[in-house]
Structure formats: structure tokens, C-alpha cells
């Protein structure tokens, strides 16, 4: 079979097919494709109103929710989460300072193994006293000066 006769023969059942289908159309039962079509119209229809009807419950629900809140609660909740995350941070850092003592521990006992001189101990800088406010000077009473007499 050549190239000529497989294009002929694919030419010749497209002709056929485009003669059938007349045929073809005559079968399709247009009162039964408008059903499926209103079937499907109808499902989708259901579909969105019970969407529409679960947002709008859920609507009113969060609203009946705001108008009991109180600025209170709003504080108390606020506050509460401020102390938590106070306690976590200072969690954290205990943590890190406790960390950070074991190495500095170890970098010691490792400065006195490679050397063999005790590493010296620093001691952690003592927190400064608030400075006293100063009075503010007075100033001693100018002397007054006497005129000389004249003699």
C-alpha cells in the first residue's frame, strides 16, 4: 500500500462519516440532553445554596461572637498570651546562658589541657547601682561689700 492509497482510503471515511451524519443527529435525543442539562442545573443550584446557607450561619455565629466580646477579654486574652511568651522567652534564655556556661567551661578545662595553666576565671561584671542624682549645688550668700569710710 502506497502513501496515495492510505490518504485516499483515510479521505474516503472522512467523506463517509460526514454523509452519516445526518443519521448521527437524527439519533440524538434533544428532550433527553435539555433533562440532563436542568438535572445538572438543578444539582448545582442545591449545591450553592446549602454553601450560601452554611456561610450565612457561620456569618451570624462569628457576629453574635463580637457583639459579646467585652474590651476585658480582649485584655485578659492579650495579657495571657504576653505571659507566655514572657515565660517561653525566659525559657529560652535560661536555656541559652546555661549553654553558654558549659562551653565556656569546656573551652577552659581545653585551655588547661593544651597549655597546662589554669585558664583564668572571669568574673561576670556586677551590675551597676543606679547613680545617685545630685543636689544641686547652692551657692553661698554673696558677701556684701561695705563702702569704705572716709576718714
Request: charged share 35%.
Amino acid at each position: 500500500m502506497t502513501i496515495n492509497d492510505t490518504i485516499n482510503a483515510q479521505v474516503k471515511s472522512i467523506v463517509e462519516d460526514f454523509k452519516a451524519l445526518p443519521e448521527t443527529l437524527k439519533k440524538i435525543d434533544v428532550a433527553d440532553l435539555q433533562k440532563q442539562a436542568q438535572e445538572l442545573a438543578q444539582t448545582a443550584l442545591g449545591t450553592a445554596t446549602a454553601a450560601y446557607a452554611d456561610f450565612v450561619k457561620k456569618s451570624d455565629e462569628l457576629v453574635n461572637k463580637a457583639k459579646g466580646l467585652k474590651v476585658e477579654d480582649l485584655t485578659k486574652t492579650a495579657k495571657g498570651f504576653a505571659d507566655d511568651a514572657t515565660k517561653t522567652a525566659k525559657g529560652f534564655a535560661d536555656d541559652a546562658t546555661k549553654r553558654a556556661e558549659g562551653l565556656v567551661d569546656d573551652a577552659k578545662a581545653t585551655v588547661t589541657k593544651v597549655t597546662g595553666k589554669k585558664a583564668p576565671a572571669k568574673k561576670a561584671p556586677a551590675k551597676k547601682a543606679p547613680a545617685a542624682k545630685k543636689a544641686p549645688a547652692k551657692k553661698a550668700p554673696a558677701a556684701k561689700k561695705t563702702a569704705a569710710k572716709k576718714a
